[in-house]
């Protein structure tokens, strides 16, 4: 089993940038292809960015490409999405995500962290 914890959320200016962490834990976690979701109110949670795990191999969603990079450390215990070039529809809950597959489908992964909030001033 997986526990996850984001942290790193806050308020920032467009065109700024913040860095949020994804800390998890368990026995298994390196088997875990991981991702992140964002969910603004009113919304639907939609996919942001995934990696799979034991690889390089990285999907962005058409909206942060350029601007949005996942990556993890070499501990593999740890995600992170770096974001720059903010703009006020980044404006979110952030969640952070393990699945044993690679996909885009917030139904495919099985495990999730409660949120971090984001939230970009214009």
């Known amino acids: 089993q997986v526990q996850l914890a984001e942290s790193g959320g806050g308020l920032v200016q467009a065109g700024g940038s913040l860095r949020l962490s994804c800390a998890a834990s368990?026995?298994?976690?390196?088997?875990?292809?991981m991702g992140w979701f964002r969910q603004a109110p009113g919304k639907e949670r939609e996919f942001v960015a995934a990696?799979?795990?034991?690889?390089?191999?990285?999907t962005y969603a058409d909206s942060v490409k350029g601007r949005f990079t996942i990556s993890r450390d070499n501990a593999k215990n740890t995600m992170f999405l770096q974001m720059n070039s903010l703009k006020p529809e980044d404006t979110a809950v952030y969640y952070c995500?393990?699945?044993?597959?690679?996909?885009?489908?917030?139904?495919?992964?099985?495990?999730w962290g409660q949120g971090t909030q984001v939230t970009v001033s214009s």
């Open positions: 368990g026995r298994t976690y390196r088997q875990y292809n």
């Open positions: 995500a393990a699945s044993v597959g690679m996909g885009v489908a917030a139904s495919m992964y099985q495990y």
């Open positions: 990696l799979r795990w034991g690889g390089d191999s990285t």
